[in-house]
C-alpha cells in the first residue's frame, strides 16, 4: 500500500483586533512598571542609608514596598500575565483580567513584605543594637547575602522557578470574573515568592531604599524568570551575591553603589528618615 497522505490543516491567522488586544495589556502593564519606577524615585530620593536601613512607619513601608514591587516585578511577570489573558474568553476583557491578575500577584507580595516587616522588627526588638554597622550588622549582612547566594543554588529555587516559568504557558482555562483572576494572580506570586524571597532578603542587606540595588535584583530576577539560560542565570547570581557579601565583609567603601552606614550620604539619608 502507498503512504496515507496526511494533510495539516494551517491555524488561521490572527486578526489585527485580537493582536491588539492581547499586546494592550502588556502595554498597560510595563506602563504601571514604568511609573512605579518613577514614583519610587522620587519617594525614595536621598534615603538610602544601606545596609541595615530604617524602613519607617508600618505606613510608609508597606506602601513603599508595594510600588517597589510593581516597579521590580511586573516586567518579568509580563509572560504570565499575557499567557493568562489568552486562556481566558474575550467577554471578560484582556485589560481587565490583566488588572485583576496582577492585584492579586502584587496582594501577595505586599503580604510577603508585611511579614518581612515584622521579623525585622522583631529582630530589633530582642536584640537592639545589636545589628548596627559598628557592631555586628556588617557580619548580619554579609550572612545573608551568602545566605541568598547559596539558595540561588538549591533544588528549592530551581522547582519553584521552574514552576515560575511554566506558567508563562498556562491560560485561565477559559474562566472569566476577577475571581479566577486574582487566584491566579496569587498563585502565579505564590511561585515567583518561593523563587525570588532571597533575593529580596539580599536587598534589605544591601539597602532596601537604594534604586541601584533594586536595579540590580530587578535585572537578576528578570535574567533568571526570561532568559533560556536557567543552570547560567542562576550560578551568575549566586557569584555575583557571593562576590557582594565578600566585599561588604572586607572592604565596604570600594563596593560601588554602597552607602556605607556611617558615611556622608547613609547620615544624610538618616536624618531625611526623621
Known sequence: MGAQARVRIAPAPASPASVAAAQ??????????????????VRMAGMDAGPGTD????????SSWTVMMAAMMLPSAAPAVLAFGDGISRRGGHLTATAWFAAGYLALWAVSGLVGYGLLEAGRSLAPGAFAWDRAGRWVAASVLVLAAAYELTPA???????????????????????????????????????????????????????????????????????????????????????????????ASSVPGLAVPGGPSAMHAMMSMH
Open 157 to 251: 529555587k530551581r522547582a519553584c522557578l521552574t514552576r515560575c516559568r511554566g506558567q508563562r504557558a498556562r491560560g485561565a482555562g477559559g474562566r472569566n470574573g476577577p475571581g479566577p483572576a486574582v487566584r491566579g494572580g496569587v498563585g502565579y506570586g505564590g511561585w515567583c515568592l518561593g523563587c525570588c524571597w532571597a533575593m529580596m532578603a539580599a536587598l534589605f542587606a544591601l539597602g532596601a531604599m537604594s534604586l541601584v540595588w533594586m536595579a540590580l535584583i530587578t535585572v537578576l530576577v528578570g535574567a533568571q524568570k526570561l532568559l533560556p539560560w536557567t543552570r547560567a542565570t542562576l550560578i551568575g547570581s549566586a557569584v555575583l551575591l557571593l562576590a557582594l557579601a565578600v566585599g561588604l565583609a572586607l572592604a
Open 55 to 62: 524602613p519607617g512607619s508600618l505606613g510608609f513601608y508597606i
Open 24 to 41: 494592550w495589556p502588556i502595554a498597560a502593564l510595563l506602563a504601571v512598571a514604568a511609573a512605579a519606577w518613577v514614583a519610587t524615585a
